[in-house]
């Protein structure tokens, strides 16, 4: 069964921390897509890589960084965790044409205290 | 700005009682629609891809179809097991590839 893995499904952290957030999928896409989900928002793209180490910025990159060495890996970085960056985080990949059929890992949690 | 919205946000049926969950959508011309649906603690999944104005797809009891503004995703008799939250999300022509943008979803409950 294909699968998107995100390493941690509950974090809670402190503001100021530097927090990282894994994902890997074992689909060999070359897309990989990080969103974060709040209510009444919807999902909301922080970065997308479609390349290893390749990135691009999506709607919301500021206080994000992301890390792509291997092709099976995404990693999102928030550098200095602050309590607005409290959310769920959501992991996807995709085939290189597949814009819209994203394959969603379970999602992170993160509290930010 | 582009949009996309959804709505209700939130729909309760009995079991078997038909519906219908809208998404709307800023005309600005659009590379495709998609419909997603999204369990309690779990990532969505891919339910379908529209790109024209008149296409229609099914699967089970559930049917989307596209007009020139909106999407509709119909709910045929649906079953406890259909309680979900759909998600409706549009890749516009002015973005690139890798841009979709997202509605803030229905949630549906069914009840037995």
């Known amino acids: 069964d294909v699968k998107v893995t995100q390493s941690s499904r509950y974090l809670v952290k402190r503001t100021g921390e530097k927090v990282f957030l894994e994902c890997v999928q074992d689909m060999d896409h070359e897309n990989m897509f990080w969103y974060r989900q709040d209510p009444g928002l919807g999902l909301r793209l922080i970065y997308f890589?479609?390349?290893?180490?390749?990135?691009e910025k999506g709607d919301i990159p500021e206080g994000y960084s992301v890390s792509r060495e291997k092709k099976e890996r995404f990693s999102l970085i928030l550098e200095s965790a602050s309590t607005n960056q409290t959310s769920m985080y959501l992991c996807a990949s995709s085939k290189p044409q597949g814009t819209g059929e994203l394959f969603f890992g379970e999602g992170s949690r993160l509290t930010v205290l | 700005e582009d949009q996309v919205t959804q709505s209700p946000e939130a729909l309760r049926l009995q079991e078997g009682e038909s519906s219908s969950l809208n998404c709307s959508y800023t005309?600005?011309?659009?590379?495709?629609l998609f419909w997603y649906r999204q369990d309690p603690g779990k990532g969505p999944e891919f339910l379908f891809t529209l790109y024209s104005a008149g296409e229609e797809k099914e699967k089970e009891r559930l049917k989307a179809t596209l007009t020139k503004k909106e999407s509709f995703l119909h709910i045929t008799a649906p079953k406890p097991e259909d309680s979900a939250t759909y998600l409706c999300a549009v890749h516009f022509l002015k973005d690139s590839w890798g841009k979709l943008q997202f509605g803030a979803g229905t949630q549906v409950v069914v009840t037995p």
């Open positions: 890589s479609y390349d290893v180490k390749m990135k």
């Open positions: 005309v600005s011309g659009l590379r495709g």
